[in-house]
């Protein structure tokens, strides 16, 4: 026989298979099985499938035998597993071909191994048969409970939602087998949260059972459960935890604190004052309880509110200056509302929220308050001193009344009475100040502290007080060989009044110069006229100047007239009618140019020197103060003689000792003792040579000196300081230090100093002897 009896044990009942044998036929041969098997025939042989529970709790447990046909019962076959899971997994008894398994298996880690099975003869060494293969199928028991693999979970919903709301929708997942019983078939239920949420059995959505209230209470937890085996004695469970949150709708208006608020203005308060703040509450959050207040019932529109977006607070402020004296109290009605309410929700807003506001006024100290904001006043010209001008007029805005006094600032043409009349204390010249701008205070005489102005405004009106005259000064000249009815100047005329209408004015020759036939006068009858020869030819020896009175008169109520001069000077002329030569004016013609440019020009120079002897004195001054100090070691050690000397033989002009004595003079002055000492000790030190560290010392003395110094200059300056040396052959040659008595006068020395000194060897040696 080459077939496997393959004796699968379920539960530990032996199950027993015939053996079916291999046909010579390649060809697949089917094969009658009993009922309820798995065998099938394969290429000539046989496979089978055991099946064992899983979560066995016994070792070496006995799954089934396989055994081949050929298998006699004398022991010298020999049985084999090949595969996944043989030996270590599953074993087999090699003399009876039982199969055991070695420890639990877990269908939800593998629920299906594949094995082979080898038979063979321990006599020959040799396979019996060739490998046959089968399957052995681990058995699903209920042994896993249901579990939520993405809990906990969270849900919001809006508050106040219907019932039967969707809310969330949860699910559990079983490992066990879904086609072996009801291992892995859920069924929902709630633990906790059965007041407000229901769930479907099957599905595991969570509804909304009853209304909820945000304000209430805010976030629910729940405890779902999933039951296998659909809830049946010994199914295995699984809960969750959800968490779900209350959203709030705007279904919360908004109400006043308080009932009644009371709030003060002073008012001297400027338009825009904070006057108080009040407040509501709304129960809603974020944008279902954003607010504005209003006002509702203000006639008097001398109040607003606006809204503080971050606090929610309404900001009382006063839109219109109070007055204390007029009103000292308001009442006003302040609500509130929200800024976004959505339609389904205006049930909820249908009334708002009120309170009552009563601002009281504060009395202040005012400054007095005239009667218009400004006053403008009109007075003719020339009016006497003392002249009533207007009235202003200013009272106390307080209670009590006080008595007001004025005054005018800055002004010497006007003062104004205790009654506040103006009155002009100056002459008024309309041509000088048309227009005179005031500032008048009123004052409270109980309280100089409370004041304040008004700007008042005077025009002085016009009177004709002014004649017309010439509009400029007039150079007129004519020519000896004028012609008869020349035009030898065209006049105008000004007038400083002020006319109502244009001005107009009228030229005539003055009755004084009617007998005068040499010139005429011609109205142009446009404020112009004209001058013209009586007749021809002029004299400039005989007759060198005319002199022609011309009248003037205006067309002013009354009419004004003046007597204006012309001056006509006799020129001698060229052939073009150029003047060449006149009288009184031969200079400038004969220059070219008038007596304005003669005094510019003086005027140019007189400025260039000026400005010169300004810079020589600035330098003069600087030379002067630049170093102080030197000029004050001057002063101290020079002496001036006025006394003519007699040669080298006076020795009474002057004393010589006095020009030695400069140290004992210095000695005087504390702040040059130091440096004198320094001096001294140089020409100790004559014989030593160069010395050092004296000559450092010296110069840290002129320079703490110079620090020190309070006549200092305040800028940086160069001082220069002139320093002995030591250690020459020849000595010193100062005379400061020389002998003060005669008799100590010895020159014979120089003449040992060398070429260079043989002069003043020579002088000095022969001066010595002959004195003596």
Not at 227 to 252: E, P
Not at 507 to 533: C, G, H, K, M, P
Not at 713 to 740: I, M, N, W
Request: glycine residues 6%; hydrophobic residues 35%; proline residues 4%.
């Amino acid at each position: 026989m080459d077939c496997f009896i393959f004796l699968p044990f379920l539960l530990g009942i032996p199950l027993l298979w015939p053996c079916l044998k291999a046909t010579e036929n390649p060809k697949t041969e089917k094969v009658k099985q009993p009922e309820g098997s798995h065998l099938r025939v394969k290429r000539g042989w046989v496979w089978n499938q055991f099946f064992v529970p899983e979560e066995m709790n016994t070792t070496n447990h006995l799954i089934g035998r396989i055994r081949s046909d050929l298998d006699n019962g004398n022991n010298s076959f020999q049985y084999r597993l090949l595969g996944v899971g043989a030996g270590s997994i599953f074993d087999i008894d090699p003399k009876t071909g039982d199969i055991y398994a070695k420890q639990k298996l877990d269908r939800e880690e593998r629920s299906l191994y594949t094995l082979r099975a080898q038979v063979t003869d321990t006599t020959v060494g040799k396979n019996v048969e060739t490998e046959s293969e089968f399957v052995i199928r681990v058995l699903d028991i209920n042994d896993n409970e249901p579990k939520f693999l993405h809990g906990p979970y969270e849900a919001v919903v809006p508050e106040m939602s219907p019932e039967g709301t969707f809310v969330i929708q949860v699910t559990a997942s079983d490992a066990d087998d879904p086609a072996t019983g009801n291992n892995a078939r859920l069924l929902y239920s709630l633990l906790q949260g059965q007041a407000y949420f229901s769930v479907e059995p099957t599905t595991g959505i969570i509804r909304i059972s009853s209304k909820m209230d945000r304000e209430l209470q805010e976030e629910y937890w729940i405890i779902i459960q999933a039951k296998d085996m659909i809830g049946q004695h010994g199914a295995l469970s699984g809960t969750a935890s959800v968490l779900i949150k209350l959203s709030d709708i705007n279904d919360n208006k908004p109400i006043f604190k308080d009932s009644f608020y009371r709030l003060t203005v002073s008012e001297s308060a400027p338009m825009g004052t904070t006057i108080g703040r009040i407040t509501a509450y709304d129960n809603d959050i974020g944008e279902n309880a954003e607010m504005e207040y209003f006002i509702e019932g203000d006639d008097s529109q001398t109040f607003d509110i606006i809204t503080n977006n971050e606090t929610q607070e309404g900001i009382v402020i006063l839109k219109k200056e109070v007055d204390f004296e007029q009103q000292n109290h308001y009442g006003i009605r302040a609500k509130v509302r929200n800024c976004h309410v959505e339609k389904e929700l205006m049930e909820y807003h249908e009334e708002t929220s009120s309170t009552y506001i009563r601002v009281q006024v504060e009395d202040v100290d005012e400054p007095p308050v005239f009667l218009l904001p400004y006053y403008v006043f009109e007075i003719f010209e020339e009016n006497p001193h003392g002249s009533f001008i207007g009235t202003v007029s200013a009272v106390d805005p307080d209670q009590r009344k006080s008595p007001i006094r004025y005054s005018i600032t800055g002004s010497k043409v006007f003062s104004v009475h205790g009654n506040g009349t103006i009155i002009n204390t100056d002459h008024l010249d309309r041509e000088t100040s048309a227009w005179y701008n005031l500032s008048v205070t009123a004052i409270e005489r109980d309280n100089a502290q409370q004041f304040s102005s008004v700007p008042v405004y005077v025009q002085v009106l016009n009177i004709n007080d002014n004649a017309p005259e010439f509009s400029q000064y007039y150079e007129t000249y004519v020519c000896e060989n004028a012609d008869y009815g020349q035009t030898i100047q065209t006049i105008s005329a000004v007038d400083r009044d002020e006319s109502v209408e244009e001005h107009h004015f009228y030229f005539n020759l003055s009755v004084e110069d009617t007998s005068n036939s040499s010139f005429i006068i011609i109205d142009n009858q446009d404020n112009t006229a004209v001058v013209l020869t009586t007749r021809t030819g002029f004299s400039l020896q005989e007759e060198p100047v005319f002199y022609i009175p011309i009248l003037i008169a205006d067309n002013g109520i009354p009419p004004l007239t003046s007597t204006n001069t012309l001056t006509v000077y006799v020129c001698d002329c060229d052939d073009k009618g150029n003047a060449q030569i006149c009288s009184n004016k031969e200079l400038s013609f004969s220059m070219g140019f008038g007596i304005e440019v003669i005094v510019a020009i003086l005027i140019c120079v007189t400025v260039i020197f000026g400005f010169i002897f300004l810079i020589l004195a600035l330098k003069q001054r600087r030379k002067q103060t630049l170093f102080p100090e030197k000029s004050e070691d001057f002063r101290a050690n020079i002496f001036r003689y006025d006394d003519e000397g007699g040669g080298e033989e006076d020795t009474e002009a002057f004393d010589i000792v006095e020009l030695r004595n400069s140290t004992i003079m210095r000695e005087r002055k504390v702040r040059k003792t130091a440096s004198l000492e320094i001096r001294s000790l140089y020409r100790q030190s004559l014989q030593v040579g160069p010395d050092s560290a004296v000559f450092r010392k010296f110069i840290l003395e002129k320079l703490e000196e110079a620090n020190t110094d309070p006549c200092a200059p305040p800028f940086d300056c160069l001082q220069t300081y002139a320093f002995e040396g030591t250690g020459s052959s020849a000595g010193s040659l100062s005379s400061l230090g020389s002998v003060v008595t005669e008799q100590d006068e010895n020159f014979d020395y120089l003449s040992d100093l060398g070429p260079r000194f043989k002069r003043l060897a020579y002088m000095f040696g022969s001066a010595v002897q002959s004195n003596k």
